[in-house]
């Protein structure tokens, strides 16, 4: 093998090595598709995480639209509401519910 041949294939090794870190390193390369990948992954996940919750509030929607007594418990739990034959017991010194869950000052 001659001088020429050596040197030739020198700088085929050194383009050939160059070729390789830009294809691992450079502008969308196989770093990038890495990263690319872990967002992908995060956004697969984030997307689950709301598809969950837009199965939830359906579902509590079509309760709060269809079922009168789920009405009656979060009237109840929520607001604090009171059925019309229900008495109201208020003892001194007791903290006021409604107060507090409402944020508003009770007469």
Known sequence: MNTRQS???SF???GLFTFLLVIIFGDKGLADLHLVKLERDR??????T???ENLARFSEKE?????PHYIEHVARSELGLVAADELVFITPGASAPLAANSGTPQP
């Open 50 to 52: 709301l598809l969950q």
């Open 7 to 9: 040197i030739f294939l």
């Open 12 to 14: 085929a090794v050194v």
């Open 63 to 67: 309760r709060l639209e269809n079922d």
């Open 43 to 48: 956004l697969v996940d984030k997307n689950q």
